[in-house]
């Protein structure tokens, strides 16, 4: 079936611009999860949503950014006058649900959007 | 907090040679342990996992046992391939759902 899909998959912006990065996640998928990864800071976790709501926004590193998600399925991560520090690849994961033993927890990856800020 | 410390690339072998890196943790409780792999130009790939303590997992020739005891749960393959050139991550799931990854080991596999 089909996996999880990121639109676009690259995306060049200038400095102080807006952006909006897509996630459809795997059919069924209840949880879903946004990381980014840079060079300088590795994989770091963003935010994740269990249905449409989002119990953890610990990860999100400023106020510019902000998520979404609706009808349980499709997400946007938007980032507001974006900086360069902003450049990196934007991961996003689904998994079957959130259960209280993490055992079969598996998320499954998107192949990333890379933003590059000008 | 939940910490995960992999050793430091990049890794160049020879076909067929024996592959090892190092994965340490430091979290509470009870986590999963993972490896992800990125092979160039693709998404992260679940390449095997472990659930408990003394668990291995395994895929693909590469193997993994999780060690309460010493917390590691270190990647080994007895012979690499040149497909198996790609960017390996450790991680691992604690009790608040979110994957605490090391900061990678890029391998590069040549003839």
């Not at chain 1, 990856?109 to 590059?116: A, E, N």
Request: glycine share 10%; charged share 20%; with cysteine.
């Amino acid at each position: 079936g089909a996996g999880v899909s990121q639109s676009p998959s690259n995306k060049v912006t200038e400095k102080g611009k807006d952006v909006e990065l897509r996630c459809d996640p795997i059919s069924g998928h209840t949880a879903l999860y946004w990381y980014r990864q840079s060079l300088g800071q590795g994989l770091e976790f963003l935010i994740y949503f269990q249905g449409n709501s989002a119990p953890d926004k610990s990860g999100l590193p400023s106020d510019r950014f902000s998520a979404e998600r609706t009808g349980g399925s499709v997400s946007t991560l938007t980032i507001q006058r974006t900086q360069q520090e902003d450049s990196a690849v934007y991961l996003c994961a689904s998994s079957p649900t959130v259960k209280a033993s993490n055992a079969y927890n598996e998320q499954f990856f998107g192949p990333g959007t890379r933003l590059t800020v000008l | 907090g939940n910490s995960v410390t992999q050793m430091e690339g990049p890794v160049t072998l020879s076909e067929e040679a024996f592959l090892t890196i190092n994965c340490t943790y430091t979290a509470t409780g009870y986590p999963s342990l993972f490896w992800y792999v990125q092979y160039p130009g693709e998404g992260l790939q679940l390449l095997l996992k472990a659930t408990k303590a003394d668990d291995k997992g395994s895929n693909k020739g590469f193997e993994a046992t999780y060690r309460k005891e010493t917390t590691s749960f270190h990647l080994e393959k007895g012979s690499v391939q040149v497909s198996d050139s790609a960017v390996y991550f450790c991680a691992l799931l604690g009790s608040n759902y979110k994957l605490t990854f090391g900061k990678g080991t890029l391998l590069t596999v040549n003839p």
